[in-house]
């Protein structure tokens, strides 16, 4: 190898050296950098918030169905006592429209009607029934076959002996007080030599 090729090469061997030595020397100045992945871990985290969310959510909707079935509950049972006092209420409605019609006598019981009675000479024929309250009884002979004839009430009560006879004749209506008590109420014929054959109508008033 001639001198010349020689300070070539070694030339080119210090090149390549030297390049080697900056590398290293390069390298050892750059700061080592680590690198952590956290990707998971916050995943993790994520998703033991949302856990978390979910049992808080699952927690407050079922606080939520029971506040509902005892609101329910309630509103089932004040729905059974309205019920119950508009029964009450039109119970007492009823009572009280039933009691103002009393205390103006405006109810009436037909006690009988058009009733045909065939009575002999003399003869009186009755009925007896009971009066709750106060009123008055009226009777009413449509058609008698004598001008004898005539109506009669008759009660105790209250210290009271009421006994009254009202003549009408063949035909008239005759009307008598009565208080709360057992009465009777008929109609007789005062011709002694023939019977009689009436058609009444009995109604108490109250």
């Given amino acids: 190898m001639t001198p010349g090729i020689k300070i070539v090469v070694a030339v080119f061997v210090s090149l390549i050296i030297g390049a080697i030595i900056g590398f290293v020397i390069g390298q050892s100045s750059v700061p080592n950098t680590v690198v952590t992945n956290n990707g998971g871990g916050q995943t993790n985290d994520q998703y033991q918030t949302l856990e978390q969310q979910y049992q808080t959510l699952q927690q407050q909707y079922q606080t939520s169905e029971q506040q509902l079935n005892y609101y329910r509950d309630q509103y089932q049972t004040l729905e059974q006592q309205y019920q119950t006092l508009q029964q009450q209420y039109q119970t007492s409605e009823q009572q009280l429209n039933y009691y103002k019609q009393v205390l103006s006598l405006s109810y ?3 006690l009988i009607s058009n009733q045909v009675v065939n009575q002999p000479a ?7 029934y009971t009066a709750n309250y106060t009123g008055y009884i009226v009777v009413n002979v449509q058609s008698s076959t004598t001008t004898q004839t005539y109506a009669r009430v008759y009660w105790n009560a209250y210290g009271i002996n009421y006994d009254n006879s009202i003549s009408v004749g063949s035909q008239g209506t005759a009307v008598f007080p009565v208080l709360p008590s057992n009465y009777c109420v008929g109609v007789g014929n005062n011709n ?3 019977g009689a054959t009436e058609t009444i109508t009995i109604t108490y008033y109250y």
């Fill in 108 to 110: 009436s019981d037909t």
């Fill in 122 to 128: 003399g003869y009186f024929s009755y009925w007896c």
């Fill in 192 to 194: 002694l030599i023939n």
